[in-house]
């Protein structure tokens, strides 16, 4: 089956065919910035223009950084407001010309991590997080996914977690690797009181700098950084295709 995974980010548009089989992208993949403002209508022509990069594929995965039900966005924390009640589903099938599956961005990263990367053979409570211009999580029961959970908006110290622990704010604040996984142990510990997991994956960008920061984290859990890097959600799109 030739499935092209999209991973939509407040930053960049990014996609690939998948090899579902290996988790692996089969060609190099295709990145364009987000247009600003990212209306789901500039976001999809945006995507169309980079799914045209590549051979036409039979179906189409589209992580976006929103709670998805059923194909329509829910929410808009880092992204237009016009997204809430989009049939995103529905406008990206149009413009991509072929059936398209919706599912949230750290959904899809924890579904490529759970099967290839750092969650494979997993059991028990394992929550994915990713750390990017938001917080994006994952939630996985022995492997299946308890989709839509927001757990980056959970309120530790008296503010949401993304904004005090978002990887881009380590950058937009200057705040040193120890101070900002200070923050991250916060935020582990505050979700390990409530959901007691069993492995914390730590996602995103950041997770390529792992050795700065993974030895500083504190907290009950065994923690271990994501296998996949960038591409997670990209096969995790195109995963949840297949799963479809
Ligand atoms: C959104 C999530 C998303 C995360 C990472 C949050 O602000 O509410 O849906 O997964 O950012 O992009």
Redesign the pocket.
């Known amino acids: 089956m030739n499935i092209i995974g999209i991973d939509i980010?407040?930053s960049g548009i990014k996609g690939a065919p998948v090899d579902l089989g290996a988790g692996r992208l089969l060609t190099e993949r295709h990145k364009l910035l987000t247009p600003q403002p990212a209306t789901p209508a500039a976001v999809a022509a945006a995507a169309a223009g980079l799914a045209r990069e590549f051979p036409p594929a039979i179906r189409y995965g589209v992580a976006v950084?929103?709670?998805v039900k059923d194909g329509v966005a829910h929410?808009a924390?880092?992204i237009d407001p016009e997204w809430v009640g989009c049939d995103i589903g529905r406008l990206f099938a149009v413009a991509l010309g072929a059936p398209v599956t919706v599912l949230?961005?750290?959904?899809a990263a924890g579904l490529a991590e759970m099967r290839f990367g750092a969650g494979r053979d997993e059991a028990g409570t394992v929550v994915m997080l990713?750390f990017?211009?938001?917080?994006?999580?994952a939630l996985f029961l022995d492997g299946r996914l308890v989709p839509n959970t927001?757990f980056?908006?959970m309120e530790v110290n008296g503010a949401e977690a993304?904004h005090r622990a978002a990887a881009q704010l380590r950058k937009s604040q200057g705040l040193s690797w120890d101070k900002w996984a200070a923050r991250v142990s916060e935020v582990l510990v505050a979700l390990e009181n409530l959901v007691w997991p069993d492995l914390f994956i730590v996602g995103g960008g950041v997770s390529r700098k792992a050795d700065k920061f993974m030895p500083l984290l504190e907290c009950r859990t065994r923690v271990v950084p994501a296998a996949l890097g960038n591409d997670a959600g990209i096969v995790g799109a195109a995963l949840a295709v297949a799963g479809d």
């Open positions: 980010g407040g950084p929103a709670v929410t924390a880092n949230n961005d750290a959904d990713t990017g211009t938001g917080i994006g999580s927001e980056g908006h993304e």
